[in-house]
C-alpha cells in the first residue's frame, strides 16, 4: 500500500488545522492507521492511532483532547484533525499503517509496516 499524507501548512499558535492520509493499491479496511510526526534534531514520536473500522482510537498524552484521528475507508484516506495547535507541535507529520486481522491499535512505530513522505506542519507564536 502506498500512503500519501498533505494538507500540510503554517499556521498560528492556537489555530486548527487538518491533515490528510490517502491510500492507494490496497484498500485501507483491513489496516490499523497511525500518525507520527517528527521535529527537527528529535526522534519519531506517536501521536494517533484507529483501528480498522474505527471503533478504537489512542493518542499521545500532550494531544489528549485536542488533536482527532479518523477514517473513511470507502474513501481510503485517514485524517488527523488538529485544534488549539501550540508551537511545540511543529514537526513533519506521517501516516502509517499495519495490516490486521483483529481490531488493533499500534502506538509504536516499529510496529508499522507501511510510511507516507509527511508533511510538514509549522505552528508559529
Do not use: H
Request: with cysteine.
Amino acid at each position: 500500500v502506498q500512503l500519501q499524507a498533505s494538507g500540510g501548512g503554517l499556521v498560528q499558535a492556537g489555530g486548527s488545522l487538518r491533515v490528510s492520509c490517502a491510500a492507494s493499491g490496497r484498500t485501507l479496511s483491513s489496516y490499523v492507521m497511525g500518525w507520527f510526526r517528527q521535529a527537527p534534531g528529535k526522534e519519531r514520536e506517536f501521536v494517533a492511532t484507529i483501528s480498522w473500522g474505527g471503533s478504537r482510537t489512542e493518542y499521545a498524552e500532550a494531544e489528549k483532547g485536542r488533536f482527532t484521528i479518523s477514517r473513511d475507508n470507502a474513501k481510503n484516506a485517514v485524517y488527523l484533525q488538529m485544534n488549539s495547535l501550540k508551537p511545540e507541535d511543529t514537526a513533519v507529520y506521517y501516516c502509517a499503517a499495519r495490516s490486521t486481522l483483529a481490531s488493533t491499535i499500534l502506538t509504536r512505530a516499529r510496529d508499522y509496516e507501511y510510511w507516507g513522505q509527511g508533511t510538514l506542519v509549522t505552528v508559529s507564536s
